[in-house]
């Protein structure tokens, strides 16, 4: 961090910072805790004892990262529980289906992995920023569910809003740590490993969730159309009183839009021609 940075942080002048470097004055004990805090170090080490030791610098990052496990296992429980005690037990969300997407896609684990990097990175900032979006974006999932119809086959669409919502809170969480000095100069030099992992994480995370929001909106609206398909056909054939055949060969392709169809094609047949009955 240059002078201007840690005086901004400390709200004092860029001069008082300079004869602190040049031994000519020294901070004020309030000063030393701020400094401590913003450095991320003990303040014995800013008064001139030892440095923290390799060994105890180890065990305070196992300890941090024990912490976010524990809130993300906390977090597993909770929602195991809900889906097994019928969700959110209201009429104005669906609960069940974007747990069932995040159990099937490893979106808690996920999380966890984005907020430990994040904290043993020195981000701490992102790691809640992270947690809080995971939250907001299950509850804001569920409901979105519940009130928003996607079409006749009834697939739900919660996990976007769910993934938008987690990365607009890494983004804020990006933004404060900018504002709060963390992302200036090279404080945490001895964790820039970890900081490049941090980074390939989000990038990787990042082409995954586009690569998934793809492939599965153009799946369900492969369904939704053969769901309809299907209906028309069930609905024409048992008015004109033929035999009940559900099967459509009329796409034989491999994409996701061909395996929504095929797979809902049947069984909007079979509603169509229950319907006529």
Partial sequence: MTQKD???????????VARWEAG???PSTEKLLELAALFDVPVSELAGGKPESAEHSARRRIFDVTKVFA???LLWVVCTLLEQTGGL???WADFHGIWLWCRRHMALPLCFLLSALALDSGFERTCVS???GLVSGLIFASVWDAAVFTGPARLGTGFVALIIIVALALAAGIVLEFRGGTLAGNVFAERKRMRYA???????????SMYHITNRLSYISGANDGWQAGFDAGLSDAAAGDWHASYDSSTGG???YDLGWQFYYSEGYNTGYAFSE
């Fill in 89 to 91: 037990a209201v009429p």
């Fill in 24 to 26: 000519a004055n020294k």
């Fill in 6 to 16: 840690v005086a901004r942080s400390l709200d004092i002048t860029r001069q008082a």
């Fill in 198 to 208: 941090l980074l390939a994480l989000i990038i990787f995370l990042a082409v995954l």
């Fill in 130 to 132: 992270v947690f809080a």
């Fill in 71 to 73: 809130v993300y296992a």
């Fill in 254 to 256: 491999v994409s996701q």
